[in-house]
């Protein structure tokens, strides 16, 4: 699997919009699919605002026709994302699409997007990383946006100092072939 970097891609006007967008709303307990497990913890909101998704998915389109050739139609959910290290915000290893084979869709998951909301100073800890990958420490300035196969495992390892911040987004297309 491989990745596509752009360091620094947004701008501070940018992300002000998405904070103003989130900053009356209350940010709710993230849950996986089997909420008995600790792998995950984090708070989030979902983002519904046409204009964001539309960027969102032009940058996607951009990139995935330079990387990757997927056959993507949309952009699903918008994501907001709080790691605190109050109670040690982390994420462990998965993926953000289950290959199930021999079961067709009408769409999953092919792309995924992170985008680095928190200055690097504003955290320690809360590394993202994937399996497999050696990732450069740039990731972590604000504004940087990374580009994957849904596919591919990661994980965000325990913030220990402040709050790490993000945006993620999934885009989506037929059922693999």
Not at 18 to 34: M, P, Q, S
Not at 106 to 119: A, P, V
Not at 134 to 159: A, D, N, Y
């Amino acid at each position: 699997m491989y990745v596509a970097i752009s360091e620094s891609f947004f701008d501070d006007a940018f992300i002000s919009v998405i904070e103003n967008e989130i900053k009356d709303t209350e940010l709710k307990k993230a849950v996986t699919k089997d909420p008995t497990l600790d792998v995950r913890r984090s708070e989030v909101m979902f983002l519904e605002s046409r204009e964001l998704k539309q960027i969102l998915f032009d940058v996607v389109r951009y990139v995935n026709s330079k990387s990757f050739g997927f056959d993507i139609t949309n952009v699903g959910d918008v994501q907001y994302t709080v790691y605190d290290s109050k109670y040690e915000g982390h994420y462990d290893w998965h993926s953000d699409e289950d290959i199930a084979y021999g079961s067709p869709r009408f769409s999953c998951r092919k792309l995924s997007i992170t985008i680095q909301l928190s200055e690097p100073e504003d955290y320690e800890g809360g590394d993202f990383e994937m399996e497999g990958v050696e990732l450069p420490s740039s990731i972590k300035q604000k504004g940087t946006v990374l580009v994957f196969p849904s596919p591919q495992r990661h994980r965000v390892m325990p913030v220990t100092k402040g709050i790490r911040k993000s945006l993620v987004a999934w885009f989506e297309g037929p059922d693999w072939r």
